[in-house]
């Protein structure tokens, strides 16, 4: 993949490889460079296996051997060494570009000629799915000059990083911090730590080795540790400053950075406010490169005073934390240079939608509504990260029932329900505080409350169960009038016109409204398409839990007509429901035979009228595949009832590999079946042994007393001994001897 032309290459890549699971997709991402303009590619093995070896060879210009020294800047010097371009670019063998085209056109358009250095995105994922995320700014590209080299045994970085600098919205994914387990990740930090106390020890003072220990620690919750780290760095650094002191602003503010957020991790909130304020008046930081760093201590202490219940001072550090927001925009300039680590993911979204979701109840408790709808609506709500927030959009709840009403309250809760997925978790979260509400005796909040969702216009049947169960409840003082019969038909009509899909789900608490209030469910389970009731149970009925099944079971039987065909396929969708729940969660041999069972009455109930009975005898196969294997349940019934071991596991061969539905489930039933006979073999075995030592026992006792000429006494216990193991011969002729001697 070498540049064939014979140019000097305009820009060098080097990277250490040692055979990561990535390799591959990062080495094939070089080809939007080497596509674009004259590249080279040098490769550092560090300790890559035969294949590995191979595959990197395919990509590579260059490839130097390294041998591991516990050295990053070693290696990455001995790959810079290597090089020949004009431009110089280093990665991890873990990271891959996504489509750089800003860098490249920055090479072919002959922008670099005015630049000395680039900054692009790095994406660090959290997880191996890839959902969980930040973003954060890596300084990986700069023009060659003699005096650049790589520092720091870990964590290193080239030095000097001459400006004037480019920064790009280019991102690379990065997997180094996704683990498999968090014992993979404590592993990977623990790792790292070692050397960084080496290197705190030996260059006293330097903020960036106190960073990036404070990192390691934070990141396998140590916080302790962190906080320990971050004060003595401080205090050996403000020992070692004077005027001449390069203050490494950027590293600095990050330290203190650190230290605040490992004392909110602790619930130490007082000293973090202390630490906040402390940072914010550090000499460095009044400089107006430093503002982002600045921005990241308002954000800060908002939190900490969120989680005080400060509402005031949190709205006040929130609103100065928004306003940095709009100075700085997406200006990735200015928050680069004047931030560093943590800090540089200030404006990104994992710290922005962490602010918002727990400062926003203060920003609505100080019904600063402007301000409210500004951090709102800057949030991406249709991100999965925002879903099964329930504390958060509790809190947002509560704020916006602690003050008068006003119908951004309302906007902002349609748009958290109609989140794909999120409407039954909202639904919760409204119950659940009304719940509350109600216990304080708080009439105003209950009727905010309702207030607020009643205006709530989202499309949605957990909305309608909501209004459902409130209309049914009205309570003097809060509503305008009593609990209308009417009103909660209309519901009840609109809701099953719409969702007609949804009966089989229904709430335990919106059915028992309807009974309540005399409403049928039984017409309206009649007038529901067959179809669409069916598709709709046959999902219910696979994630319905025990006590689901087993409420509708009860409705069901309520019903006095049985007439429809629905009533017949409920039965058989119920009860597989129950094997559906066996199978995931595991249960003994007599719940299963029960299910089984079940199961099997269901279906002979429902087809047996539908069929001649000569067809169970002549044509089995000709049966739907439900009755086939209901019938060979049967008998493994009466088998099982024989102790017909055998019989009942060819029942069970029979039924499995003829429904793909029933499947695992039988597969699951046999698994313990195969285990309930074995346990029975070896409790039977046991038994024998047992029995085998008795006889012998009883067998000497008998002989003792015919050698004393007891024969009346020993024919006594021979004929116990018979009567346990009367096939035994022995025993027989020592009867027959006794009897001959008395």
Not at 310 to 330: I, L, P, T, W
Not at 704 to 723: G, V
Request: net charge negative.
């Amino acid at each position: 993949m070498g540049d064939k032309s014979g140019k000097k290459p305009l820009l060098s890549i080097s990277i250490l490889i040692s055979g990561r699971e990535e390799m591959k997709k990062c080495l094939e991402s070089l080809h939007y460079f080497k596509d674009a303009f004259p590249c080279e590619v040098v490769l550092v093995d560090t300790g890559c296996n035969a294949e590995q070896r191979a595959l990197a060879e395919r990509y590579a210009d260059k490839i130097i051997d390294f041998e591991w020294c516990d050295d990053f800047s070693a290696a990455r010097n001995a790959g810079m060494k290597a090089t020949e371009g004009e431009w110089f670019l280093y990665l991890d063998d873990d990271e891959w570009f996504d489509n750089p085209k800003e860098i490249v056109a920055f090479f072919l358009s002959g922008e670099y000629k005015n630049y000395n250095s680039g900054t692009y995105v790095i994406r660090n994922y959290r997880d191996m799915e890839g959902i969980m995320h930040n973003d954060s700014y890596g300084s990986r590209l700069v023009k060659r000059r003699p005096d650049i080299r790589f520092v720091g045994r870990i964590h290193e970085y080239l030095d000097p990083f001459p400006g004037p600098r480019k920064v790009f919205s280019d991102f690379a994914h990065h997997y180094g911090y996704a683990y498999q387990d968090e014992a993979s990740a404590k592993r990977h930090s623990e790792r790292n730590i070692e050397p960084l106390l080496k290197l705190v020890r030996e260059e006293p003072g330097k903020n960036r080795w106190v960073l990036q220990l404070a990192q390691e620690y934070s990141s396998i919750n140590e916080h302790e540790k962190a906080v320990d780290v971050c004060i003595k760095g401080l205090a050996e650094h403000k020992k070692r400053l004077t005027p001449s002191t390069v203050i490494e602003p950027p590293y600095l503010g990050a330290v203190y950075a650190y230290l605040i957020t490992s004392l909110d991790s602790l619930g130490r909130y007082e000293e973090g406010i202390e630490w906040v304020e402390k940072a914010m008046a550090e000499p460095p930081l009044r400089l107006d490169v430093m503002k982002p760093t600045m921005a990241f201590y308002c954000v800060a202490g908002a939190r900490i005073y969120a989680q005080m219940k400060e509402y005031k001072k949190c709205h006040e550090y929130f609103s100065r934390y928004m306003a940095y927001r709009r100075e700085f925009g997406d200006n990735r300039d200015v928050i680069e240079l004047g931030s560093s680590g943590i800090i540089s993911e200030l404006f990104g979204e994992s710290i922005f939608y962490g602010a918002v979701l727990l400062c926003l109840e203060s920003v609505i408790r100080m019904e600063d509504t402007a301000l409210a709808e500004e951090a709102f609506y800057s949030m991406d709500w249709s991100d999965k990260r925002l879903l099964e927030q329930g504390k958060s959009e509790q809190r947002m709840l509560d704020g916006c029932c602690n003050v008068p009403y006003h119908p951004l309250w309302t906007r902002i809760m349609q748009t958290l329900v109609s989140r794909e997925g999120a409407a039954k978790e909202m639904y919760t979260v409204f119950l659940t505080t009304e719940m509350g509400y109600k216990q304080e005796g708080d009439i105003g909040k209950i009727s905010r409350l309702r207030h607020l969702v009643s205006e709530i216009t989202y499309d949605h049947h957990y909305i309608l169960y909501t209004k459902i169960l409130w209309e049914n409840q009205k309570i003097k003082g809060i509503d305008e009038c009593a609990a209308s019969e009417e009103k909660i038909r209309e519901l009840f009509a609109e809701h099953f016109e719409k969702y007609t899909d949804k009966l089989p789900a229904n709430r335990k608490e919106v059915c028992d409204v309807a009974e309540n209030q005399n409403i049928s469910m039984e017409d309206k389970l009649l007038k529901v398409d067959y179809r669409t009731w069916k598709d709709a149970l046959e999902e219910w009925c696979r994630e319905a839990s025990i006590e689901g099944l087993q409420q509708w079971e009860k409705r069901i039987k309520s019903w006095k007509t049985a007439e429809d065909i629905r009533y017949g396929i409920f039965n058989i969708k119920c009860a597989e429901g129950y094997l559906f729940h066996y199978q995931k969660e595991g249960q003994g041999i007599v719940q299963w035979e029960d299910a089984l069972g079940k199961y099997a009455d269901s279906v002979l109930n429902f087809y047996r009228p539908l069929y001649r009975e000569s067809v169970y005898e002549e044509v089995p196969e000709n049966l739907p595949e439900e009755m086939w294997i209901a019938l060979h349940l049967k008998n493994l019934r009466e088998c099982r009832q024989k102790n017909d071991d055998k019989g009942a596991l060819l029942a069970l061969r029979r039924c499995i590999g003829v429904s793909l539905v029933l499947e695992k489930a039988l597969e699951a039933y046999a698994e313990v079946l195969k285990k309930e006979i074995q346990k029975r073999d070896r409790e039977a075995e046991k038994a024998r042994q047992e029995l085998k030592v008795l006889v012998t026992s009883l067998k000497a006792a008998a002989r003792m007393q015919i050698e004393r000429e007891e024969y009346r006494t020993a024919k006594e216990i021979l004929l116990q001994i018979q009567s346990c193991v009367p096939e035994d011969e022995e025993v027989q002729e020592m009867i027959r001897q006794t009897e001959t001697l008395m």
